[in-house]
């Protein structure tokens, strides 16, 4: 819940919205675990109070996990631009902690299927334009072939 607690307290919505969310995600831990304590859990979201914090940056998410975080997005009674805005939130942490997560699946499912016209469109090409790097993935940090080092040739 650690991740969900610091992606709810990071969002920028109204303090209702965040009730209504916090709620949400208290009720669905409570389902799946007899354990969950949903105090700890308001004061992680409300206060920041983290116990025991993980430090493992992949937080062994699943598509399960993803989908049940997209489902309760879409089913909580918030406005759409929380929902979108929470929506992409958690996409930027699922994205960190899985890059291979697929976010256009993430935002169909939280947020619908018209979410291209409401969510933030990153652009690869164009953040590398801006940013004046490669485009696509590491590959294209090689060297040129100029500065390559010559191959070690044992001596007979």
């Given amino acids: ?3 969900v607690a610091r ?3 990071d969002s920028p919505i109204e303090h209702g919205e965040r009730d209504i ?3 949400a995600f208290a009720n669905r831990f409570g389902a799946d675990n007899p354990l969950f304590d ?3 859990f308001d004061a992680a979201i409300f206060r920041g109070e983290i116990y025991r914090g993980s430090t493992a ?17 879409r089913n909580a009674q918030i406005s759409g631009a929380a929902r979108v805005v929470t929506a992409q939130t958690f996409a930027d942490r699922l994205y960190y902690d899985n890059p291979r997560f697929n976010a256009n699946i993430f935002f169909k499912r939280a947020v619908g299927p018209d979410y291209e016209t409401a969510v933030y469109r990153w652009n690869r ?3 590398a334009r801006e ?3 490669p485009a696509r993935g590491v590959e294209r ?5 100029e500065v390559h080092v010559k191959s070690y040739r044992r001596r007979a």
């Fill in 38 to 40: 949903s105090s700890r």
């Fill in 57 to 73: 940056r992949h937080g062994g998410w699943t598509r399960q996990d993803y989908e049940m975080i997209a489902d309760i997005l």
């Fill in 125 to 127: 090409d164009r953040w």
């Fill in 141 to 145: 940090f090689r060297r040129p072939a």
């Fill in 21 to 23: 969310l916090a709620q």
């Fill in 131 to 133: 940013l004046s790097v």
């Fill in 7 to 9: 992606v709810l307290r």
């Fill in 1 to 3: 819940y650690e991740m």
